[in-house]
């Protein structure tokens, strides 16, 4: 059994009630290669509160885009089951988890998956094309979008001709541009000089603020971790428990990065 990491009924500020936009619950998700069996994530106990900035961190394997994938219903458990408010994702037809991936979710890939003889407009316009807006609407929005990400005049660029730390604002536009409540990405700030990778995390934190987004950012970089509201980590299938520093190199890492664990109503 992992461990709740924060106290679903706490407040926050004086009058908000605190709400929890994702849950998971005893998280298992097996993978089989051959004879092999690998389980990346043996139990996961989760709750996350809507507006929450939150970083997942742990060595690489850990389980850190397997967890991403699995909240996006991109990828279905072994075991165990995943809430988005009072919905249960296993309960939901196709249609509307389709809904649920493409409108309530954006996702930041860890590769970020543009395509390269498309334009920047064009790869931010897909997932409004996929929803069935007319192509205008969604290259003018996508044009917005760009300019919102700092790319302003670069909309008819090829994206395989940008620069990585301007094709991951691409990425981010394509993932806000259907309006998501829910930003889930994937080593946004992996492959990034450390420049680009600071004005990425701030890019992530306007936007996170201005479109009150819930955000939860898989990461390697841990410096920039703690400056999110919470850290979650993730070590051997489990997420380390809340008031512990956890054992092995990810807890070392973290420790020595200064991550702490926070206690309930400790915002960032
Ligand atoms: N589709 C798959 N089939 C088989 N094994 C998989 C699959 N996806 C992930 N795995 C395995 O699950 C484990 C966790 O992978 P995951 O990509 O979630 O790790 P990660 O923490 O994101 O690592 P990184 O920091 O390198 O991105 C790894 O051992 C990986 O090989
Ligand atoms: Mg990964």
Avoid: C
């Amino acid at each position: 059994m992992g461990v709740v990491l924060i106290d679903e009924a706490h407040q926050v500020g004086a009058t908000t009630r605190a709400e929890t936009i994702l849950r998971a619950e005893a998280l298992r998700k097996s993978f089989r290669s051959g004879s092999q069996e690998i389980t990346p994530l043996e139990g996961i106990d989760l709750s996350i509160e809507r507006g929450e900035l939150i970083a997942v961190v742990g060595p690489s394997g850990a389980g850190k885009s397997t967890l991403l994938h699995l909240l996006a219903a991109l990828d279905t458990p072994t075991n165990g089951e995943v809430y988005f408010g009072a919905k249960l994702l296993r309960s939901l037809a196709e249609v509307e988890l389709a809904e649920y991936r493409n409108r309530a979710v954006g996702f930041v890939w860890q590769r970020h998956h543009l395509l390269p003889d498309f334009t920047a407009a064009e790869n931010v316009a897909m997932p409004m094309l996929v929803q069935g807006q007319a192509l205008s609407t969604a290259l003018r929005v996508a044009g917005d979008w760009l300019a919102e990400v700092g790319l302003a005049g670069r909309a008819g660029q090829r994206a395989g001709e940008l620069s990585g730390g301007e094709q991951q604002r691409v990425a981010i536009a394509r993932a806000l541009v259907n309006g998501p409540e829910i930003l889930l990405a994937d080593e946004p700030t992996g492959d990034l000089d450390e420049r680009s990778a600071e004005a990425i995390f701030e890019l992530i934190q306007r936007l996170h603020r201005t479109h009150h987004l819930t955000s939860i950012l898989a990461t390697h970089n841990l410096s920039l971790a703690k400056r999110t509201d919470r850290v979650l980590a993730l070590e051997h299938g489990k997420l380390a428990p809340s008031a512990e520093v956890p054992a092995g190199a990810a807890g070392r890492a973290a420790r020595s990065a200064g991550i702490g664990v926070r206690t309930p109503g400790e915002r960032g």
